[in-house]
């Protein structure tokens, strides 16, 4: 591992870097939160079926 030139090219990353805008960050949170719903959702389903179906928990 040659650090120096790590810490170089992570100094280059860290420059280009900038801070999102409110709008940026809000359509990324939303997303999020919609995946989050999206696959709670899909385990609910699961576990629905699941309870259900004989010999299920």
Known sequence: MNTP???TSYIRVLKLAST???DEFSKV???AGLGIL????IGFL???IMTFVP???
């Open 20 to 22: 999102p805008t409110w």
């Open 29 to 31: 949170a939303m997303i």
């Open 55 to 57: 010999g299920g928990p």
């Open 5 to 7: 030139t790590d810490l």
């Open 46 to 48: 699961i576990f629905s």
């Open 38 to 41: 999206l696959v709670g959702f």
